[in-house]
């Protein structure tokens, strides 16, 4: 998915919830500087950025970044200046400057793996923010009878994205099947991928850390955070066992 920036984009155009939800969020909380780690194409920065806010963008990817930048091109001025891109891990980061607010956003944070790399991401944005300011983090909520149905094998293979590249003239279809391991709390999730303007099919496999929510709150404990909220969808509705996201506040006290 990462591979083809603007495959990614036209998979997730239909992905709009969130973006009201961080603009009220930065208001919310009163921030004029914003740090967003795994920034992608700018699908929330660029938002944020037209919205007013001063942002900084952070993505691992140079393709992503780079088809970030060629969206950011036929924004204004204004929104050009507010958004400053940065190709660099969020597991280590250093920026001379201290940010209001720091986020993950839609699921980035389930690329970490391992309780490692989650630690030198904590402690990253701990080291980044303003004292008061709030890292926020944004995950879905743990859907038990789809692990459960995924932890002894894996599941069948079902189509999942049907989409049409009109700029190539191709349509990608994409299959997945998951797998649950309890142990390492990872979803494997195969893929494959196919074009009918090349009739190929590509095999890639996306591998993302499942989280629960008393282990974010020992995550942000154990990192310098106070646990500030807990919402559940991107209402600001407060988090149950319902919810379909996991979205914490933590303040750096």
């Known amino acids: 998915m990462y591979d083809n920036p603007y495959e990614y984009d036209i ?26 780690l795994a920034c992608g194409t700018g699908r929330l920065a660029i938002p944020l ?10 993505d691992i990817n140079k393709g ?5 930048s060629l969206k950011l091109a ?30 993950i956003g839609f699921n980035s944070a389930n690329h970490l793996l391992s309780i490692e790399d989650q630690l030198r991401v904590f402690k990253c944005v701990h080291k980044h923010l303003a004292t008061g ?31 049409y590249v009109s700029d190539s003239g191709s349509r990608i279809q994409q299959y997945n099947s ?9 979803w494997s999730m195969p893929k494959k991928s196919n074009s009918k303007a090349s009739e190929k099919m590509r095999t890639t496999t996306d591998d993302v850390h499942v989280y629960f929510p008393r ?8 990192s310098g955070f106070e646990v500030e909220d807990v919402y559940g969808d991107y209402s600001f509705g407060e988090f149950n066992s ?4 996991m979205i914490f506040v933590g303040r750096k006290v």
């Open 11 to 36: 998979e997730n155009e239909d992905v709009v919830d969130d973006i009201t939800f961080w603009a009220e969020a930065a208001k919310r909380y009163r921030a004029k500087r914003i740090l967003e």
């Open 49 to 58: 950025s037209k919205a007013g806010f001063s942002v900084t963008g952070l």
């Open 64 to 68: 992503m970044l780079e088809r970030c």
């Open 74 to 103: 036929k924004e204004g001025e204004d929104t050009q200046k507010n958004l400053t891109l940065h190709l660099c891990d969020m597991r280590d980061f250093d920026f001379n400057e201290a940010f209001d607010l720091i986020f």
């Open 133 to 163: 300011g709030r890292f926020m983090l944004d995950v879905h909520s743990p859907n038990l009878s789809l692990l459960a149905a995924a932890m002894d094998s894996q599941t069948e293979l079902k189509l999942v994205t049907d989409f």
């Open 178 to 186: 998951r797998k649950y391991s309890p142990e390492e709390q990872l």
């Open 215 to 222: 282990e974010l709150h020992l995550l942000h404990m154990h």
């Open 242 to 245: 319902s919810s379909p996201r």
